[in-house]
């Protein structure tokens, strides 16, 4: 006689489908957000981030300026030999000026020194200029006697050229000290190559486009000056004693000298 055996395989396998369908299932939802709460928050996020930028910007900014200042002051008297006192004479149209053209911010305005030694005598200018060097612009200042058409030194303000190479325009003393009492317009010479002639200046091995923006820097720059600052040397010589230094202007036709690119 045949007994029927209960089956459990087909019970089994329905719950453990079951059991899988319920893990397998669909993860819970995040509940959804409006873009209009999306936008607020961005919005107040960015807020935040651009009050905090103009917060540090105006703490810093007037000492990032003042200490710009405290450092062209002492270059202007490194490079002028340090004279007694000196003025700022701003470039307009019509010549050397104390005051800025009118609607130019004084910052922003292009400008000389005038140094004075303790006999209230002129000494020399003090110009600026900059130029793409090997890596990037090169800012420096230098002195410059007019009358006797002589550089009276040197200063590297600003360089991001390569260490070890390029730096050398400003930590190689020798260098450094080869523009003083040079004659414009400078040429570079590679080291002992030199005549002695008054117009040669040593460049650096290694260095040389750095080298030879420096010294282009300061031909570009009197060239474009050259007649304000001769003009300027020539009136002071002939006794603009007793002017008001504050309020005298130099005024001569202004030419722009054409610079030559770097071969």
Known sequence: ?????????????DQGSGEAGSAGGPPDQPP????????????????????????????????????RAKVLREAVQEVLSGPARYETLYVTADGLSPTPPAGVDTVMAEKVFLGYDASDEPIGYAITG???????????????DAGRERV????????KETP????KIFK?????????????????VKPGAGTGDEHEVDMITGATISSRTVIE??????EDLGPLLESGAAAEAAGAAGADDAARTVSVGRESGAGTEES
């Open 152 to 159: 009276l030194g040197m200063k590297v303000l600003e360089s």
């Open 1 to 13: 006689m045949s007994r029927e055996l209960p089956t459990v395989q087909n019970g089994a396998a």
């Open 32 to 67: 959804a957000v409006s873009s209009g709460k999306l936008m607020l928050t961005l919005g107040l996020a960015g807020a935040i981030a651009g009050l905090v930028i103009v917060l540090v910007f105006g703490w810093a900014d007037p000492r990032i300026q003042a200490y």
């Open 130 to 144: 900059s130029e793409p060097g090997f890596q990037d612009f090169i800012f420096l200042i230098f002195g410059y």
């Open 217 to 222: 820097i300061i031909n570009h720059r009197i």
């Open 164 to 167: 070890g190479l390029g730096d």
């Open 172 to 188: 190689d003393l020798e260098f450094v000290d080869g523009f003083r009492e040079a004659a414009p317009p400078l040429v570079g």
